[in-house]
């Protein structure tokens, strides 16, 4: 069984700054990409970074240059570095991994509980 569990959110004012963490535990034998995804009320869930194993990212236009992605391979964690934060930022936010857990031969999709993240203008 994996478990992924997120922290860093919280109430911040426009052109404030946050970090996102989320540590996987568990039956994990390999993980390949990570990755931040947000939800705001009313909307579909959205990518907003990505990182492989090898340590490419991937951002959406709307975050470029704002967040930073990185993972601490070590400690199965991977972080959102948020600065210059928009009110419209404000989402639920979500980590999702891409995994092998032991004694299996595929790999899953495994998704945090989510962090509330609020911008206020």
């Known amino acids: 069984q994996v478990q992924l569990v997120e922290s860093g959110g919280g109430l911040v004012q426009a052109g404030g700054s946050l970090r996102l963490s989320c540590a996987a535990s568990?039956?994990?034998?390999?993980?390949?990409?990570m990755g931040w995804y947000r939800q705001a009320p009313g909307k579909q869930r959205d990518m907003v970074a990505t990182?492989?194993?090898?340590?490419?990212?991937n951002y959406a236009d709307s975050v470029k240059g704002r967040f930073t992605i990185s993972r601490d391979n070590a400690q199965k964690t991977v972080y959102l570095q948020m600065i210059s934060l928009k009110p419209e930022d404000t989402a639920v936010y979500y980590c999702?991994?891409?995994?092998?857990?032991?004694?299996?031969?595929?790999?899953?999709?495994?998704w945090g509980q989510g962090t509330q993240v609020t911008v206020s203008s």
């Open positions: 990182i492989t194993s090898l340590g490419y990212t």
């Open positions: 999702k991994i891409n995994a092998r857990p032991y004694l299996r031969i595929s790999d899953y999709d495994y």
């Open positions: 568990g039956s994990i034998f390999s993980i390949n990409d």
